[in-house]
């Protein structure tokens, strides 16, 4: 990798000219974008303009999706995600997810937060232990939980099943962590825990999010960006997208008047 | 005005001009109460009412006096020298022993073959086939296979195991038989298990960076398991029960020696059921030997059944 430019190096993502289509209906539409290192960097729009198609791109879900199709490309530190060489489930081990709806898997609370580590070949109990405790402790939720590591996750309420889900994605000490809408089905203050996390998270990670909500963005993200039926109408730092919107688009939409 | 703008308020005048077309509709039309409709329909609601439970009891009556028959034929036959000893041609020292170990072994082989081939043909079909015609081609002909009569697979069996690989009447041509029988049934429920694992866990397996079998392994499989269980146990008790196949086979009438490999001839209960059953003009008795044989079948299959229904009722959806 030879690198020019000093600002690349804090780039974790550099998306150059991607479009992605669903069979014949094109959800994103040439995006260009940094994602830098140790931000939240918050994307918002209407519902359907591609958030989630361009959030799980990043860590090629997507192509979960039989009928996608994508061209252009995504460096990753530089690496093209979509080498041939890539792995997926190399790039995911870097690149972690958390999801909408809490998803814990019908297990106890610490095999979900050691389910990572295990499919990893780590295999030392104590290890494990630790590690559980270290992650449960980054996400806020040791002292929840840790008299009943053993209990199903199932028996939490929804804001805990998310921020274990956050433990269970940083116990596999991933470089960046993509959320979308992790607070969509949280009530107001388990809202404001995961908020309060992510903002200790970023010392250590890098954070993409997607929200539908403009506060939450202002209030947490270093940058925002804005998307509108598939196209990247505005990038920049959230104090200049919330207080000077360049393009006429965002402006309508945070202040509201459609989305 | 953008392009993109323009769209938005496009779509927000098509959501009102559908508001006022459903007021329209509804200034069109008064709902009146019609007090005869009304009685005649509740007449008519009770009058099925007691139709319907009326088919209940036609049916629970029939289970009844099937199972009163078999109660009285067998009183005084079914005791512990009739499970212990062997065949006999005289009545009263007839057992089943023989046929139940044949039943034992024909399951020692029709669990493991179609649970292997069964679980693995779901994995396949569900998880790995790309999904298309050809997949949903093959998914729909197991589903008709697991409908095709059983004495077809008996003479598959007696074709394929008993004649081209010269298994002849063996207990290994009898498992291999049934277990064709049962293994769309077990591949199905299998399936459907599967199918019904949320896309969401194994999404947050992928998340992780695990690979599509540590996926399957970890979460898809522990999570259907259940299901998988449930369907398989009532294909088993379907193997247990079923007649034609072994007979299209050519299990023969008396079998005087216990078997000790899978290439013996053997017996099994319901082909025990059905000799001794055919015998009755000849020695009387052998219709209590039938009865008593029937009851520790049944025994056998409300067993399996409940054990089944445990399961389903344990790991009810969790999700
Ligand atoms: N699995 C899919 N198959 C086909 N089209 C999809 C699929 N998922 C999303 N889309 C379409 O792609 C567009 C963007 O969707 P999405 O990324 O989910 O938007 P957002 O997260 O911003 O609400 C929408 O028009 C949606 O209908
Ligand atoms: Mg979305």
Same mark, same amino acid.
């Given at each position: 990798m030879n690198i020019q430019n000093p600002e690349i190096e804090n780039n974790v993502f550099d998306v150059r000219g991607l479009n992605l289509w669903y069979g014949n209906d094109?959800? =994103? #539409? !040439?995006i260009n974008m940094q994602i830098e290192k140790n931000k939240i960097t918050a994307i918002i729009g209407p519902s359907g303009c591609g958030k989630s198609t361009f959030i799980k791109t990043l860590n090629r879900m997507i192509e979960n999706v039989p009928i996608v199709r994508t061209t252009g490309e995504i460096l990753y530190h530089g690496n093209d995600?979509?080498? #041939? &060489?890539?792995r997926v489930e190399e790039l995911r081990t870097k690149v972690g997810m958390v999801f909408q709806k809490p998803n814990p898997f019908p297990k106890s609370i610490f095999e979900n937060v050691v389910y990572g580590p295990k499919i990893h070949g780590i295999k030392d109990k104590k290890l494990l232990m630790e590690i559980a405790e270290a992650s449960l402790k980054s996400a806020a939720l040791w002292d929840e939980v840790k008299d009943r590591l053993?209990? !199903?996750?199932?028996? =939490? &309420?929804g804001g805990q099943q998310q921020r274990l889900c956050i433990a269970r994605c940083i116990a596999v000490q991933p470089d960046v962590i993509l959320m979308d809408e992790p607070t969509s089905a949280l009530d107001p203050i388990a809202t404001l825990k995961v908020e309060e996390l992510m903002d200790s998270l970023k010392q250590e990670y890098t954070i993409a999010i997607v929200t539908h909500s403009m506060q939450q963005a202002a209030r947490i993200s270093d940058k925002t960006a804005f998307f509108l039926m598939g196209d990247l109408i505005e990038y920049d730092k959230t104090e200049a997208i919330f207080s000077n919107p360049r393009d006429k688009r965002t402006e309508d939409y945070i202040t509201g008047r459609f989305g | 005005m953008s392009a993109a703008k323009l769209e938005f308020l496009r779509e927000g005048r098509e959501d009102t001009m559908l508001e006022t077309d459903q007021t329209h509709a509804f200034e069109r039309y008064k709902v009146k109460i019609d007090s005869g409709r009304i009685e005649r329909r509740v007449r008519l609601n009770n009058g099925l009412k007691h139709l319907f439970s009326l088919s209940t009891v036609f049916a629970l009556v029939v289970l009844a006096i099937l199972l009163y028959r078999i109660g009285v034929q067998s009183a005084g036959w079914l005791d512990l020298q009739f499970l212990t000893s062997n065949l006999s041609r005289f009545a009263d020292k007839a057992g089943i022993y023989g046929a139940i170990l044949g039943t034992v072994y024909l399951m020692l082989i029709v669990v493991p073959v179609t649970l292997i081939l069964g679980v693995s043909t779901a994995i396949y079909l569900e998880e790995?086939?790309?999904?298309?015609r050809i997949q949903r081609f093959i998914k729909v002909n197991i589903s008709n296979l697991a409908s095709v009569p059983s004495v077809i697979f008996g003479l598959l069996g007696l074709a394929v195991f008993g004649r081209m690989l010269n298994l002849g009447s063996s207990i290994l041509a009898g498992g291999l038989t049934m277990s064709l029988l049962v293994l769309p049934t077990v591949v199905v429920a299998s399936q459907e298990a599967i199918k019904a694992v949320p896309g969401f866990l194994r999404e947050a397996s992928y998340g992780m960076g695990a690979d599509k079998w540590t996926t399957i392994r970890k979460v898809v499989l522990p999570v259907a398991l259940p299901g998988i269980l449930t369907g398989s146990i009532l294909a088993m008790s379907r193997a247990i029960g079923e007649t034609a196949p072994l007979v299209v086979l050519g299990i023969p009438t008396l079998i005087l020696k216990i078997p000790d490999s899978v290439m013996d001839d053997f017996t099994a209960l319901p082909i025990q059921i059905y000799y001794w059953t055919l015998d009755t003009v000849l020695t009387p008795e052998y219709a209590n030997l039938a009865a008593a044989t029937i009851v520790v079948l049944l025994a056998v299959l409300f067993i399996l059944n409940s054990v089944a229904i445990i399961i389903r009722n344990k790991f009810q959806k969790r999700f």
């Amino acid at each position: 990798m030879n690198i020019q430019n000093p600002e690349i190096e804090n780039n974790v993502f550099d998306v150059r000219g991607l479009n992605l289509w669903y069979g014949n209906d094109q959800a =994103l #539409k !040439n995006i260009n974008m940094q994602i830098e290192k140790n931000k939240i960097t918050a994307i918002i729009g209407p519902s359907g303009c591609g958030k989630s198609t361009f959030i799980k791109t990043l860590n090629r879900m997507i192509e979960n999706v039989p009928i996608v199709r994508t061209t252009g490309e995504i460096l990753y530190h530089g690496n093209d995600i979509f080498d #041939k &060489s890539m792995r997926v489930e190399e790039l995911r081990t870097k690149v972690g997810m958390v999801f909408q709806k809490p998803n814990p898997f019908p297990k106890s609370i610490f095999e979900n937060v050691v389910y990572g580590p295990k499919i990893h070949g780590i295999k030392d109990k104590k290890l494990l232990m630790e590690i559980a405790e270290a992650s449960l402790k980054s996400a806020a939720l040791w002292d929840e939980v840790k008299d009943r590591l053993n209990d !199903n996750a199932y028996g =939490l &309420s929804g804001g805990q099943q998310q921020r274990l889900c956050i433990a269970r994605c940083i116990a596999v000490q991933p470089d960046v962590i993509l959320m979308d809408e992790p607070t969509s089905a949280l009530d107001p203050i388990a809202t404001l825990k995961v908020e309060e996390l992510m903002d200790s998270l970023k010392q250590e990670y890098t954070i993409a999010i997607v929200t539908h909500s403009m506060q939450q963005a202002a209030r947490i993200s270093d940058k925002t960006a804005f998307f509108l039926m598939g196209d990247l109408i505005e990038y920049d730092k959230t104090e200049a997208i919330f207080s000077n919107p360049r393009d006429k688009r965002t402006e309508d939409y945070i202040t509201g008047r459609f989305g | 005005m953008s392009a993109a703008k323009l769209e938005f308020l496009r779509e927000g005048r098509e959501d009102t001009m559908l508001e006022t077309d459903q007021t329209h509709a509804f200034e069109r039309y008064k709902v009146k109460i019609d007090s005869g409709r009304i009685e005649r329909r509740v007449r008519l609601n009770n009058g099925l009412k007691h139709l319907f439970s009326l088919s209940t009891v036609f049916a629970l009556v029939v289970l009844a006096i099937l199972l009163y028959r078999i109660g009285v034929q067998s009183a005084g036959w079914l005791d512990l020298q009739f499970l212990t000893s062997n065949l006999s041609r005289f009545a009263d020292k007839a057992g089943i022993y023989g046929a139940i170990l044949g039943t034992v072994y024909l399951m020692l082989i029709v669990v493991p073959v179609t649970l292997i081939l069964g679980v693995s043909t779901a994995i396949y079909l569900e998880e790995y086939a790309a999904k298309g015609r050809i997949q949903r081609f093959i998914k729909v002909n197991i589903s008709n296979l697991a409908s095709v009569p059983s004495v077809i697979f008996g003479l598959l069996g007696l074709a394929v195991f008993g004649r081209m690989l010269n298994l002849g009447s063996s207990i290994l041509a009898g498992g291999l038989t049934m277990s064709l029988l049962v293994l769309p049934t077990v591949v199905v429920a299998s399936q459907e298990a599967i199918k019904a694992v949320p896309g969401f866990l194994r999404e947050a397996s992928y998340g992780m960076g695990a690979d599509k079998w540590t996926t399957i392994r970890k979460v898809v499989l522990p999570v259907a398991l259940p299901g998988i269980l449930t369907g398989s146990i009532l294909a088993m008790s379907r193997a247990i029960g079923e007649t034609a196949p072994l007979v299209v086979l050519g299990i023969p009438t008396l079998i005087l020696k216990i078997p000790d490999s899978v290439m013996d001839d053997f017996t099994a209960l319901p082909i025990q059921i059905y000799y001794w059953t055919l015998d009755t003009v000849l020695t009387p008795e052998y219709a209590n030997l039938a009865a008593a044989t029937i009851v520790v079948l049944l025994a056998v299959l409300f067993i399996l059944n409940s054990v089944a229904i445990i399961i389903r009722n344990k790991f009810q959806k969790r999700f």
